[in-house]
């Protein structure tokens, strides 16, 4: 595990859920994190400085929502949400990925972006990184630029990264 020492708080506040969300799986939770308002603020922080000119920040649902709208709000930037199916009230663009366990798409208005907008996509955790794929094709349907993904956690063992190998990616941890 890599731990950069200004983290070593924040990630002391993750907590290891055996078989969650099934048998097999183990489940980072971020929320006793969320809770603690200086580990939240080192994640956020650490995740913002990766935004290299991005005017707009994209999360993926749900709890990369919560990093972006963060880090949205703390340097005045636009907030887009990809969503889950059927969220999202008016026309959009949808993606289809694979998860470590199943199927699932993302969805993102249409007019959420254009070509003028530089994205920063984040999330919470990269694991196969189907999730972060669907969020970058997304992006490119809409025409903007995706700057960099940033993510908090990245489970090395799963090797997302791999098959991003063409995206610039910041992970904050790598367990």
């Not at 993750?14 to 183990?26: E, N, R, S, T, Y």
């Not at 703390?74 to 907030?79: F, I, M, P, S």
């Not at 530089?118 to 349907?141: N, P, Q, S």
Request: hydrophobic letters at 45%.
């Amino acid at each position: 595990m890599f731990i950069p020492p200004h983290l070593e708080y924040a990630i002391s506040k993750i907590a290891d859920v055996p078989d969650f969300p099934k048998p097999g799986i183990l489940f980072k939770d971020i929320t006793p994190l969320l809770q603690d308002k200086k580990a939240f603020s080192d994640a956020v922080d650490d995740l913002a400085s990766h935004l290299n000119g991005a005017n707009k920040v994209a999360g993926i649902e749900s709890r990369g929502f919560i990093f972006a709208a963060a880090i949205a709000a703390k340097h005045n930037l636009g907030l887009v949400l990809l969503r889950k199916p059927g969220k999202l009230p008016r026309k959009t663009h949808v993606v289809q990925y694979e998860l470590e366990y199943g199927f699932d798409s993302l969805e993102m208005h249409q007019d959420a972006l254009d070509k003028n907008d530089r994205v920063l996509l984040v999330d919470d955790v990269l694991a196969t990184g189907g999730t972060m794929m669907a969020g970058c094709e997304l992006i490119a349907k809409s025409g903007a630029k995706l700057t960099n993904c940033a993510v908090f956690i990245e489970i090395s063992a799963l090797n997302g990264r791999n098959r991003l190998s063409s995206i610039p990616i910041h992970s904050s941890i790598i367990v």
